[in-house]
């Protein structure tokens, strides 16, 4: 008993300490740069955690809405839009001049051949796309040399294509027209393209019709694109569709060159960046990677 009450003084001076401890001022929470650990905020983009590092796009004011300050490397992006020729190819352009100026090949996986793909009735003319041509990539600070083109026949190749990209250790980007099915079969290829990705430190975009909008995808980031005319300019609408982060409501105006980029096919055929047949691709890839 007498021992019982020797505690007590000590247990009365515990909970005395505890509801000190509680009264004390908390020590403030460190700024960027001077400590290890920040407090991270989900609405806001700019801290929001990425899985790879991002690239610059080239444009300030959609560096600053995206989460990491850029295009996600390693990860897939997916552009959605029915209007070719907006300048859908020159977003691109700076991430993808920068690569190669690193010595990194960049892979398009072109349209497969009107009638050849595996579409459905609603399917779109594939060949009206605005198609990569080499003046123009020269123009935008792209090496064509460092350029591969595959052209494949039907649907199936287009995904063996790209997925046999992603497995190269020498790519820098890859932008693919992909065919479109159902949604479930969609998104399974979607989830394999997004997993391998995540393998390197590539660039992955994937340009699909705006009628995709609504299915699921895995991809990290979705942007919808679409043509902004003023009556004295015409700008690229970019909707962030999905991003790390809070979302966006409004979208982003941008000022592209678009027009640039020739919608013929046959303007492929140029001597410096041959079209490259999917069975070669992966020799294509490793004599890229070595040249560039």
């Given at each position: 008993?007498?021992?019982?009450?020797?505690?007590?003084?000590?247990?009365?001076?515990?909970?005395?300490?505890?509801?000190?401890?509680?009264?004390?001022?908390?020590?403030?929470?460190?700024?960027?740069?001077?400590?290890?650990?920040?407090?991270?905020?989900?609405?806001?983009?700019?801290?929001?955690?990425?899985?790879?590092?991002?690239?610059?796009?080239?444009?300030?004011?959609?560096?600053?809405?995206?989460?990491?300050?850029?295009?996600?490397?390693?990860?897939l992006i997916e552009l959605l839009h029915d209007d070719p020729g907006i300048g859908e190819l020159s977003l691109l352009a700076p991430a993808l001049a920068a690569q190669t100026r690193a010595g990194r090949a960049c892979v398009w996986i072109l349209p497969?051949?009107?009638?050849?793909?595996?579409?459905?009735?609603?399917?779109?003319?594939?060949?009206?796309?605005?198609?990569?041509?080499?003046?123009?990539?020269?123009?935008?600070?792209?090496?064509?040399?460092?350029?591969?083109?595959?052209?494949?026949?039907?649907?199936?190749?287009?995904?063996?294509?790209?997925?046999?990209?992603?497995?190269?250790?020498?790519?820098?980007?890859?932008?693919?027209?992909?065919?479109?099915?159902?949604?479930?079969?969609?998104?399974?290829?979607?989830?394999?393209?997004?997993?391998?990705?995540?393998?390197?430190?590539?660039?992955?975009?994937?340009?699909?019709?705006?009628?995709?909008?609504?299915?699921?995808?895995?991809?990290?980031?979705?942007?919808?694109?679409?043509?902004?005319?003023?009556?004295?300019?015409?700008?690229?609408?970019?909707?962030?569709?999905?991003?790390?982060?809070?979302?966006?409501?409004?979208?982003?105006?941008?000022?592209?060159?678009?027009?640039?980029?020739?919608?013929?096919?046959?303007?492929?055929?140029?001597?410096?960046?041959?079209?490259?047949?999917?069975?070669?691709?992966?020799?294509?890839?490793?004599?890229?990677?070595?040249?560039?």
């Amino acid at each position: 008993m007498e021992r019982s009450r020797s505690l007590l003084p000590l247990a009365g001076e515990g909970q005395d300490e505890g509801r000190r401890a509680w009264t004390l001022t908390p020590t403030p929470l460190p700024q960027a740069g001077e400590g290890r650990f920040l407090l991270w905020h989900a609405d806001d983009p700019a801290l929001a955690a990425t899985a790879a590092e991002c690239a610059p796009t080239g444009f300030e004011i959609l560096d600053a809405e995206l989460p990491g300050g850029g295009w996600p490397q390693g990860q897939l992006i997916e552009l959605l839009h029915d209007d070719p020729g907006i300048g859908e190819l020159s977003l691109l352009a700076p991430a993808l001049a920068a690569q190669t100026r690193a010595g990194r090949a960049c892979v398009w996986i072109l349209p497969c051949e009107y009638g050849s793909c595996e579409r459905g009735p609603q399917a779109d003319d594939l060949l009206q796309q605005a198609l990569p041509y080499p003046p123009a990539l020269t123009e935008a600070g792209i090496d064509p040399s460092c350029s591969i083109f595959v052209r494949p026949a039907v649907a199936r190749e287009a995904w063996w294509a790209v997925e046999q990209s992603l497995r190269a250790a020498h790519l820098g980007a890859l932008i693919g027209w992909l065919p479109t099915s159902s949604a479930p079969a969609d998104f399974r290829a979607l989830r394999r393209l997004h997993l391998l990705a995540q393998r390197h430190r590539a660039l992955v975009f994937v340009i699909r019709p705006s009628r995709c909008t609504d299915a699921p995808s895995p991809a990290a980031l979705r942007l919808q694109l679409t043509c902004d005319r003023g009556p004295q300019s015409q700008k690229l609408a970019v909707k962030i569709l999905k991003r790390r982060g809070r979302p966006l409501i409004e979208p982003v105006a941008l000022q592209v060159h678009s027009g640039s980029w020739d919608r013929n096919a046959a303007s492929l055929a140029a001597p410096t960046s041959p079209a490259v047949k999917p069975w070669q691709l992966a020799a294509a890839l490793a004599g890229a990677g070595a040249g560039c």
